[in-house]
């Protein structure tokens, strides 16, 4: 597709269940970033992966959260055991292979997620 | 995580006003970036800045990147309806990075 597109665009689960979100990046973009962004904050650093290279996980807020790139492309942003306080819109975003300083991301419209 | 200080937290304005909102941080940034986001959708950016005086244009908004390299300002002019959405600064202190610390958000909404 044009964009990048993430699914689902909206989870309702429970509290203690595992759920998993998914993102598409732009073709070729070899970039791919994890935000959350909970209601009324701004957005909240992941975890970075660019093509082969280690992902940087610092920003994973603890062992519950994992994500993976399969091939280079789809991410799958896994949440085990989903506490309330992980509610949040999750957003990815993608960019293209490094170009200087100038690395411009685009968003996916982000994963809703709610756990009650 | 870091956050930047974005103001004010929310506006309300006339259509065909202007609009002014900043960010400052407490440290010395090399990139600043601004974005919006509309209800439902990932945000989009719209100005980015990567040296310290600089003043870029994108339409009616212009954005400049503070001479003390720690702030940084975005204006719209003569606001229309659809600028509704919710405005975010980013910056980091490092060139070519991609991370970026997000300050909280504008939201701004347009009485016609």
């Known amino acids: 597709g044009a964009g990048v597109s993430q699914s689902p665009s909206n989870k309702v689960t429970e509290k203690g269940k595992d759920v998993e979100l998914r993102c598409d990046p732009i073709?070729?973009?070899?970039?791919l970033y994890w935000y959350r962004q909970s209601l009324g904050q701004g957005l909240e650093f992941l975890i970075y992966f660019q093509g082969n290279s280690a992902p940087d996980k610092s920003g994973l807020p603890s062992d519950r959260f994992s994500a993976e790139r399969t091939g280079g492309s789809v991410s799958t942003l896994t949440i085990q055991r989903t506490q309330q306080e992980d509610s949040a819109v999750y957003l990815c975003?993608?960019?293209?292979?490094?170009?200087?300083?100038?690395?411009?991301?685009?968003f996916g419209p982000g994963t809703r997620l709610l756990v009650l | 995580g870091q956050q930047l200080n974005q103001s004010p937290q929310s506006m309300f304005i006339q259509e065909g006003e202007d609009v002014s909102m900043n960010c400052t941080s407490s440290s010395i940034f090399n990139t600043w970036l601004w974005y919006k986001q509309e209800p439902g959708e990932g945000p989009v950016l719209l100005i980015a800045l990567y040296k310290a005086g600089e003043l870029t244009s994108n339409g009616r908004l212009t954005a400049q990147f503070g001479i003390t390299r720690k702030d940084s300002f975005l204006n719209i002019s003569a606001s229309i309806p659809s600028d509704v959405g919710i405005y975010f600064c980013a910056g980091s202190p490092y060139s070519g990075t991609y991370k970026y610390i997000f300050g909280t958000g504008t939201r701004l909404k347009v009485l016609a």
């Open positions: 975003a993608s960019s293209r292979p490094p170009q200087g300083s100038q690395e411009t991301q685009y």
């Open positions: 073709s070729g973009h070899t970039a």
